[in-house]
């Protein structure tokens, strides 16, 4: 019987929606749960943080389960024009860091010609999500009376702590916001050909690191309740 795929790194992120699912899930990290959200069949975990771990959790998931289809959810940091609380949704993912320094200055896989999936096509540090299933998560986000931007994600393993780093990786790949997960995810959901959906609540602003400027806790809640409802509208 095939499920809808839930992952997030940590229980901080996943509280609101742990409290939808029959039987709740707990908030252990590395383990698979089973459940019905909307009456629809999920599997939810907590991968951890980091692009390693997504890129396990992900796997595990994958291989072990009948998934129609993924949902990456949990906070981000925004690069521009968004408040803590907003949702953004992903167009596509992005590996910040994988490339190579030169005199020039910093260069893509492409550049290289290591690409890092190989499939019916070469795919270096950007991996398309699909435009009808984001679409579907942007009016689901709206309707739940969410402001809702979309674009391009980062995923970095060293977050930006300053307004200068931040720009940089923006500049990259005219990013809308940074997270540590999503493009590891996005990878393997290319491999194993399962459709990804990603939607993060915007915790703070990238700018120089401060952290009485967060609501992480507005961030998370909102993106719950927006995957909740996109859950319910999935077919």
């Not at 609101?16 to 089973?34: D, G, H, S, W, Y």
């Not at 959200?37 to 943080?49: A, D, S």
């Not at 993924?70 to 993912?93: H, R």
Request: glycine residues 8%; neutral net charge; aromatic residues 8%.
């Amino acid at each position: 019987m095939s499920s809808i795929a839930l992952i997030t790194s940590t229980p901080v992120e996943s509280k609101e929606l742990r409290c939808k699912i029959v039987p709740q899930p707990k908030e252990a990290t590395k383990t698979i749960f089973e459940g019905k959200l909307h009456g629809k069949n999920v599997v939810f975990t907590h991968c951890g943080i980091g692009k390693a771990n997504a890129a396990h959790s992900t796997t595990l998931v994958l291989e072990n389960y009948d998934i129609d289809f993924l949902i990456l959810f949990g906070i981000g940091g925004a690069y521009t024009l968004q408040k803590t609380g907003d949702i953004a949704v992903a167009e596509s993912e992005n590996y910040a860091e994988e490339g190579v320094s030169t005199k020039e200055g910093w260069r893509s896989m492409e550049f290289m010609g290591l690409p890092l999936l190989k499939n019916e096509k070469e795919y270096y540090n950007t991996f398309p999500l699909e435009a009808e299933l984001s679409n579907l998560a942007i009016k689901a986000s709206k309707d739940c009376g969410f402001n809702v931007m979309s674009g391009d994600f980062i995923t970095v393993s060293q977050c930006s702590g300053t307004r200068e780093s931040g720009e940089v990786l923006r500049k990259r790949f005219s990013g809308l916001c940074e997270n540590m997960e999503g493009a590891a995810v996005a990878h393997l959901c290319a491999f194993y050909r399962i459709p990804m959906i990603e939607i993060r609540g915007i915790s703070n602003m990238v700018k120089d690191r401060d952290l009485g400027k967060w609501d992480i806790d507005k961030a998370a809640s909102n993106c719950s309740k927006a995957v909740i409802e996109l859950v319910r509208r999935l077919k």
